[in-house]
Structure formats: C-alpha cells, structure tokens
C-alpha cells in the first residue's frame, strides 16, 4: 500500500495512473475502521483497478466539538486492516492539506431542504461540512467510482447533490449497511459504549424491524411514538425516530400504501449519537 500525505502528490499519482487507464475506485472515512469500511473497500477493489482510502477526521462536519474531540483515532490497527485487504493507497492529510485557507469562510452549498431535515436539524451545518470535505477530497483524488454506506442515508443523498452541483462525472455506489450479529449497525462510535450500553445498543435495529413489520397504509404517528418508546425503555434518548419518502427523505405521518419509504433513527445512550436506518417496502 502507497501512502500519501500531500494532495499534489496524490493527485499526481492518480493522474499518471488514470492517464495509463486504470480505473479509480474511492472509500472517504474518518478511521476507525471497522468491517463496515471494509465492504466498501471490497466492492471498489471488485470493480476498480485502484482503490483509495481517505482517513480524514473532519473537524468542519462535527457541530459538536465534545464530539470531534472523542472521536476515536486507531491509525496503527486502520493501515494494518488496510494492508490485510490489499488496499492500494491510503491518503492521509492533515487540516492545512484538505483545508489551505483555514476552516471558516469556506464554500456554502445549497442542498436545500436535505440541509435542514433530520441529521441536517440535529446537527447544524454537518453537511456544510460533508460537501466541503468531499468536494476537497474528490478534486484532489478524482476517482471513477465513490463507494459509501447506506448508513449514512441521508448523507449518501447529500453526495449525490454535491456531484450535480459539481457537475461530476463520479459514480456514487451505496452499499448496504454492515451489522453485528445482534444487529447493531457498525460504526466507529460503537468502541465508545461501555458494556451495559452496548447490550442496549441494538434496540435501534429492533425498533426499525418493529415499523418495518407495523407499517400500515394511514396515518404513521402512532407507530413512530411506539418505537420511540421502544428506545426510550432502553434508555436511549431519541433526537428523531422517522419514516420517510425513500427516494427524496422527505418525512411522512400519512402512508398511502405504495410510496417507497425508510426508517431512520438517530439517538444516543449516554453522549454516544449513533444513527441507523432500514428500507421498509423495497
Ligand atoms: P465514517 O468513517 O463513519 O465517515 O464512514 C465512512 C464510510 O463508511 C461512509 O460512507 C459510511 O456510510 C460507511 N459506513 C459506516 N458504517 C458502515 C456500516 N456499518 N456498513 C457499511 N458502510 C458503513
């Protein structure tokens, strides 16, 4: 695995490689890298002929500096998981690489109701932040093909945005989300439970397969409340549990019975926010 620190030499590389017509496959992550990441880098190594890695902690996504201040840094462990899997390059920049002219006054992108809805109304500015990392990350790197995680449901769709506002011509691939064998989603935050936490953990999965399995045409109030209270005797406290139009996240209360919809939930047990999601009719 080549490693790089300095985006002109990425992006050096990455040209010559492209000019010589090799395909680029991309996995951006914050490190911490778990199988979830994995995946991803599995599905890019599968259908590109190199695979780069990004492990970037965003400082301009985080609306919570508590937040970015614990989130958990394994670098030794992610390049050994790396090598492991064959990975081709990791880019690992630093603040002054990804954001030259400091970190406040940069770019506005307008991502419409996406910005303010759901994680866009529980964490202010975080997908300002999203698009301004990888509008960075992906003119330095230029890959063919983006693989991210269905996890990030919402920020998946924020990407897709970005690319048409940037024009792109890079291919968004979303990849289903990894899980523990009790169903807990994987995430990088999940090192930061302890154990009685993490043995409640999975009640945000139980309560997506309980709307998955109650979902029915009219009005959704009351089988959203229902799996919130699910959370909440779990000791979970709830920022949103919501039911959504699938392909524009928009949140629903009344269902007609045909309109594609998803889940999603975003709560923490104790400061840990951990976010998960399920399709429910696809
Ligand atoms: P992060 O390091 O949390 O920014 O995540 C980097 C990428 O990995 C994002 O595209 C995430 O959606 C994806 N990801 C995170 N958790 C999972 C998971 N459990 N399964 C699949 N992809 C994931």
Request: charged share 20%.
């Amino acid at each position: 695995m080549i490693l790089f620190k300095r985006a002109n030499d990425i992006t050096a590389y990455i040209r010559q490689q492209q000019a010589s017509g090799l395909r680029i496959g991309m996995v951006p992550t914050m490190g911490a890298l778990h199988q979830g990441h994995l995946s991803l880098l599995e599905a890019s190594k599968k259908n590109t002929n190199l695979t780069v890695c990004s492990i970037f902690v965003n400082p301009t996504q985080f609306n919570d500096p508590g937040d970015f201040q614990k989130y958990p840094v394994t670098l030794e462990k992610d390049i050994y998981a790396l090598e492991k899997i064959s990975v081709d390059i990791l880019f690992l920049p630093d603040v002054a690489d990804i954001y030259p002219r400091g970190v406040t006054g940069l770019e506005h992108y307008d991502l419409g109701y996406l910005d303010h809805i759901l994680e866009g109304q529980y964490r202010p500015g975080h997908f300002q932040g999203v698009c301004q990392v990888m509008n960075r990350l992906l003119t330095i790197v230029q890959p063919d093909q983006l693989y991210m995680g269905q996890k990030d449901y919402q920020q998946c769709m924020v990407v897709k945005k970005l690319l048409e506002i940037m024009r792109s011509t890079i291919v968004l691939h979303t990849c289903a989300t990894l899980r523990e064998p009790d169903g807990l989603a994987m995430s990088s935050r999940n090192m930061r439970l302890s154990e009685p936490e993490r043995k409640k953990a999975p009640a945000i999965y139980q309560s997506l397969l309980f709307l998955k399995k109650n979902l029915r045409q009219g009005n959704l109030s009351e089988l959203v409340a229902q799996a919130g209270s699910l959370l909440k005797e779990n000791d979970f406290s709830v920022d949103y549990v919501a039911i959504a139009n699938a392909a524009t996240l928009e949140p629903l209360l009344q269902w007609d019975g045909q309109e594609k919809l998803v889940a999603l939930i975003a709560a923490y047990q104790r400061d840990v926010r951990l976010i998960d999601n399920m399709l429910m009719n696809s």
